[in-house]
């Protein structure tokens, strides 16, 4: 699927522009010059910045299709994964708590690489080794409380 860059410009330029307007409604922090929302404005400022270069390419390029399919999209197994994959992240959010984070990504992680073809024992290794760095980095190093499920 090829989706035109002024699209996708003009995407990230909403999206900037949306995060900003909330942050900058986030409450200041007394006696520090950065705060709460010192982050999602820089985040905000990027997004904008990248909507503007790859809008400007877009235009650029002129107007063919703004949207083109290919051949590969219409494929079966693919409609399927992509589905797995919308439905699987909706479930993994809804049951965040009851499922964890390991067991969850690790789950839908193996599920997508065998719906895609990936049944090599080194593809399916993959799923372990970047969920359990991403744990390690969210939970121990940046001290995000992820729920860890019924496994521990």
């Known amino acids: 699927m090829r989706i035109h860059d002024t699209l996708i410009g ?3 330029l909403l999206l900037g522009s949306y995060i900003i307007f909330e942050a900058v409604r986030f409450p200041a ?6 705060g709460p929302g010192t982050f999602p404005m820089v985040f905000g400022a990027v997004f904008l910045v990248g909507g503007l270069i790859v809008g400007r390419s877009g235009l650029a390029q002129g107007f063919s299709r703004l949207v083109e399919i290919n ?6 197994d693919r409609a399927i994964a992509a589905a ?7 479930l993994f959010a809804v049951f965040f708590e009851q499922i964890g984070f390991i067991f969850g ?10 719906l ?3 049944r090599n024992w080194l593809w ?10 991403v744990y390690y980095a969210m939970a121990r190093l ?11």
């Open 105 to 114: 990504a690790i789950a839908l992680m193996l599920v997508l690489y065998v």
């Open 10 to 12: 003009a995407f990230f």
């Open 29 to 34: 922090m007394p006696g520090q010059a950065i």
């Open 84 to 90: 797995v994959a919308v439905l699987g992240t909706l």
């Open 71 to 76: 051949d590969g999209w219409r494929h079966a």
């Open 124 to 133: 399916l290794a993959v799923p372990f080794v970047f969920v359990g760095v």
């Open 142 to 152: 940046l001290l995000v409380p992820l729920p860890t499920g019924p496994l521990f």
């Open 116 to 118: 895609l073809g990936h």
